[in-house]
């Protein structure tokens, strides 16, 4: 809830409280005084709207108490809300496409067909809400735009209701725009769904309730997809601050990749070709809040897994469906949109259930083949359990639309994916003739840290998986050991240029770092500690055993 509306909350009878009256002329009085009502709140909303705060996408600050409620607001709501509702709904942003390659004639885009934007919420902040809907009015031609469609995913702030509606109605009003109110909480999945089945565009655009378009961002989407229908797209997906709402740009841009725990990541480009250009590059994956796709390849393809419940997955399942059942993914370097990245979720989760990992478990058991070990190594509590349902449906589509296998899609989209098991001299578990085994000391998937000894766990648990690889990189997924001042082992990103980070296993189990000369040692590492390198000697804290060779 904003400061803003608190007022309105407070002392607006709403449908909720009071009952309508029923005779008709009565009723009619009635609404007009609500919506003179809500024009007054909107009134005095826009009048404390400071002109220009945050324009061309700049950093914005209040002063005084104001300041002071807005770090509240951002430590509550993951977001500024306070800022947001001072900063104008149509703010101006500076054109953040890549000039650097071609003249600026070279944006030109001719599409003739239309888009239904989607957006869907669930207690976003109304601000925040708005200023997305105005940047879709204001940067999108009108000839290309069918409709905006917002989706409540039966949100429960009070502002998101009858002054939302008010809002539509009187300054929306030459737009079209559908409201659909969802009666229960559906989970953005289907919430997505409700929209798409009412949209009539030729294509649908998905945005979160929280981004900003820019200049041109619709054309070269629609002109792609005018010219190849099976392409689904995604923008260039810049970073709007939670704090100050900065529209920040980065000359460079990655496009999706994903770890076997499940998860959305940034890759790099992976062919250089496609570096210094402004074409289309194929992504692997995408981030799943913002894409573009044909409206009828999106049923066609199969929308959405309609019993993924909450947050997440949902995108990682779409990007390898449509990659594996005929489509393409990619990402178009012309076309720009803002989206308000949050440190946390400002909402909770009915049940608090883990919806990530029961929806990915889902797309595993339909999508990966046996490369769906690796995830359920991650979440081995969720690979035969009945909470993840039913899949019947997920898996007569595959065959349906004959998809190809996962491993064509790793062979074929995303062959720098490193896989734990395969093309590499050894892996599994690394133990010491003491039973004591490399482990990453639960370090987290994005940071660095030691390379640990463990107690060798009765299974093979992801912490202390380790694989040898073919460059000779002793490595987790993205992680590989790197000996740092001539003696300390951390595990630290791949760089793939061996220096510190290469390794040779002999046959009798020493592992050998060929750039400092010396060897991997357990001596004198206690439990939980990390281990060493040192000269290189005929002990047995030098020798090491992996669960699984493949050296001739
Ligand atoms: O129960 C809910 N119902 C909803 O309608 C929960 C959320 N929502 C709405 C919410 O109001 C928002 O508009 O769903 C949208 C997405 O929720 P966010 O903004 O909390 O998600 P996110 O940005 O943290 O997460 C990313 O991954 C999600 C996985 O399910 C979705 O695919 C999001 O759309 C996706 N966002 C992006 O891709 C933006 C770029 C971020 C990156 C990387
Ligand atoms: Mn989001």
């Known amino acids: 809830m904003t400061v803003l509306f608190a007022f309105y909350v ?28 809500y024009e007054q709140k909107l009134l005095e909303y826009e009048s404390k709207i400071i002109p220009n705060l945050g324009d061309d996408g700049n950093p914005a600050f209040l002063t005084g108490i104001e300041a002071k409620k807005g770090e509240e607001s951002l430590k509550k709501f993951a977001l500024n809300t306070v800022l947001s509702d001072r900063m104008p709904l149509d703010r101006k942003l500076r054109d953040p496409r890549n000039k650097k390659y071609l003249g600026a004639k070279k944006f030109k885009y001719n599409p003739k067909i239309k888009t239904s934007v989607i957006v869907i919420f669930y207690n976003e902040v109304l601000s925040v809400i708005l200023r997305t809907i105005w940047s879709v009015i204001l940067q999108t031609p009108s000839r290309l735009l069918q409709e905006i469609i917002l989706v409540d995913d039966a949100s429960t702030e009070e502002s998101l209701k009858g002054l939302l509606d008010h809002y539509v109605n009187r300054r929306l009003k030459d737009y079209n725009i559908k409201l659909v109110r969802l009666k229960n909480r559906l989970g953005l999945i289907r919430a997505r769904l409700q929209g798409a089945r009412v949209a009539q565009g030729d294509v649908l655009i998905f945005l979160d309730a929280h981004c900003e378009a820019t200049t041109g961002w619709a054309e070269p989407l629609l002109s792609r997809i005018e010219e ?32 076997w725990s499940g998860h959305f990541t940034w890759i790099d480009i992976q062919d250089e070709r496609d570096k210094n250009t402004l074409a289309p590059v194929k992504s692997p994956t995408m981030a799943g ?78 999508w990966m083949d046996d490369y769906k070990r690796f995830f359920f190594m991650h979440q081995p509590g969720l690979e035969n359990n009945p909470i993840v349902g039913d899949l019947t449906h997920r898996k007569q589509l595959r065959h349906k639309l004959r998809c190809k296998p996962f491993k064509w899609y790793l062979d074929n989209v995303y ?71 001539r003696q300390d082992v951390e595990l630290t990103e791949c760089h ?57």
């Open 10 to 37: 407070k002392f607006l009878p709403d449908s909720n409280g009071v009952q309508a009256p029923a005779n008709k002329r009565k009723q009619e009085k009635y609404v007009s005084n609500l919506s003179n009502i």
């Open 228 to 259: 190849q229908p099976t392409a689904v797209l995604v923008p260039i997906i810049d970073v709007i601050e939670a704090s100050d709402m900065t529209y920040s740009t980065n000359g460079n841009f990655q496009v999706g990749g994903f770890s």
């Open 289 to 366: 809040g913002l894409f573009a796709i044909d409206r009828n390849f999106f049923w066609d393809i199969g929308s959405y897994d309609e019993q993924m419940d909450g947050w997440g997955g949902e995108n990682l399942e779409m990007s390898f469906r449509i990659w594996q059942c005929g489509g393409r993914l990619e990402t178009v370097p012309c076309s720009r949109v803002g989206h308000i990245f949050r440190d946390f979720h400002p909402y909770s989760f009915p049940n608090n259930k883990d919806t990530h990992g029961i929806n990915t478990a889902r797309l595993a058991h339909v």
């Open 415 to 485: 062959p720098e994916k490193f896989v734990l098991d395969e093309g590499v001299f050894a892996y599994g578990q690394v133990r010491t003739e003491f039973e004591m085994c490399l482990d990453d000391l639960q370090l987290a998937e994005d940071k660095m840290g030691p390379l640990g000894l463990y107690q060798c766990h009765p299974y093979l648990a992801m912490s202390q998986y380790f694989s040898l690889s073919a460059k000779g990189e002793l490595r987790k997924e993205n992680f590989c050991a790197e000996v740092f001042n």
């Open 496 to 552: 793939g240029h061996k220096r510190e980070q290469y390794w040779v296993l002999y046959r009798n189990g020493t592992v050998y770092s060929p750039s400092t000369g010396k060897c991997l040692s357990s001596d004198g590492v206690s439990n939980g500690n990390g281990v060493k390198v040192h000269k290189c000697s005929d002990t047995v804290y030098q020798r090491w055993k992996f669960d699984n060779v493949n050296m001739t």
